[in-house]
T-cell receptor, first 116, second 107 residues
Framework: DTGVSQDPRHKITKRGQNVTFRCDPISEHNRLYWYRQTLGQGPEFLTYFQNEAQLEKSRLLSDRFSAERPKGSFSTLEIQRTEQGDSAMYLC??????????????FGPGTRLTVL | SQQGEEDPQALSIQEGENATMNCSYKTSINNLQWYRQNSGRGLVHLILIRSNEREKHSGRLRVTLDTSKKSSSLLITASRAADTASYFCAEPNDMRFGAGTRLTVKP
């Protein structure tokens, strides 16, 4: 257990439905990252936050995807009008960059999404 | 494009043997981190090697770093079935991962 939690762990939904995932980072970590991972591939970066500010978004993050971190603590990732191609593992990570840190990312267990 | 590229893509060995996997990267790095991912789980930090270090040990793990060749290697000695997983390398401040090396250790 890295201290990063994600909920739910599994989600099965029908095409066209909206889904929302939650990530709770390690409490003192101010950076939070979202990744998507498909079978046999490494994690693909989606977006990251520094506190509540969303600093970078990947081109993978289409208009149907939105992420928030309203109070700089937990974050949510919403996918609207899901498509079968959205089926993947969604990983969250957190880190604490700073003078005495190497900014290692600590990953949560992931949310596995299946779109039927 | 990925910053860290792992090689080989897949590796199958017998329990007790050593496993070596390599990581190459395109640009200069400050530090390099190795992760393990068991099937269907999140990534777990294994070991971080700093750019001014050439070798680092942690238990059965040995990591080397050659900044002139922009490459790193991870050696797992006396492998166990529980080492079966995918292994990734990444620079901590970079958000790009390669496809990883899928290690299978047969009992």
């Amino acid at each position: 257990d890295t201290g990063v939690s994600q909920d739910p762990r599994h989600k099965i939904t029908k095409r066209g439905q909206n889904v929302t995932f939650r990530c709770d980072p390690i409490s003192e970590h101010n950076r939070l990252y979202w990744y998507r991972q498909t079978l046999g591939q490494g994690p693909e970066f989606l977006t990251y936050f520094q506190n509540e500010a969303q600093l970078e978004k990947s081109r993978l993050l289409s208009d149907r995807f939105s992420a928030e971190r309203p109070k700089g603590s937990f974050s949510t990732l919403e996918i609207q009008r899901t498509e079968q191609g959205d089926s993947a593992m969604y990983l969250c990570a957190s880190s604490l960059p700073g003078r005495n840190s190497y900014n290692e990312q600590f990953f949560g267990p992931g949310t596995r999404l299946t779109v039927l | 494009s990925q910053q860290g590229e792992e090689d080989p893509q897949a590796l199958s060995i017998q329990e007790g043997e050593n496993a070596t996997m390599n990581c190459s990267y395109k640009t200069s790095i400050n530090n390099l981190q190795w992760y393990r991912q068991n099937s269907g789980r999140g990534l777990v930090h294994l070991i971080l090697i700093r750019s001014n270090e050439r070798e680092k040990h942690s238990g059965r793990l040995r990591v080397t770093l050659d900044t002139s060749k922009k490459s790193s290697s991870l050696l797992i000695t006396a492998s166990r079935a529980a080492d079966t997983a995918s292994y990734f390398c990444a620079e901590p401040n970079d958000m790009r991962f390669g496809a990883g090396t899928r290690l299978t250790v047969k009992p």
